[in-house]
Nanobody
């Protein structure tokens, strides 16, 4: 069992930055691919970024590539999402997700077993 708790969301102006954190419980954090997804009002959930178990590999949605950076600290059981050059279209609830054991970098939400409660990010124009 893995429990995930996101933090760091808030209101920011376009062009600004935010850093999201996701703290995980349990002893299997370092063995799981981790990812961030987001869901805007009236839209389907979409993939944002994923990071491999060691942190050496990352994968980004085209919409955030070059602006967002995913990282992890396995000693702290925490994954991060640094978001720079934010745009109004980045406004959404951001969710942290933990992949099933052995999962590679994937953008399909159904391959992730555990989800946090989400944190709201609002970017004003």
């Amino acid at each position: 069992q893995v429990q995930l708790v996101e933090s760091g969301g808030g209101l920011v102006q376009a062009g600004g930055s935010l850093r999201l954190s996701c703290a995980a419980s349990g002893r299997t954090f370092s063995s799981r691919t981790m990812a961030w997804f987001r869901q805007a009002p009236g839209k389907e959930r979409e993939f944002v970024a994923a990071i491999s178990r060691s942190g050496a590999g990352t994968y980004y949605a085209d919409s955030v590539k070059g602006r967002f950076t995913i990282s992890r600290d396995n000693a702290k059981n925490t994954v991060y999402l640094q978001m720079n050059s934010l745009k109004p279209e980045d406004t959404a609830v951001y969710y942290c997700a933990a992949g099933r054991n052995g999962l590679r970098l994937e953008d399909r939400g159904d391959l992730y077993d555990y989800w946090g409660q989400g944190t709201q990010v609002t970017v004003s124009s």
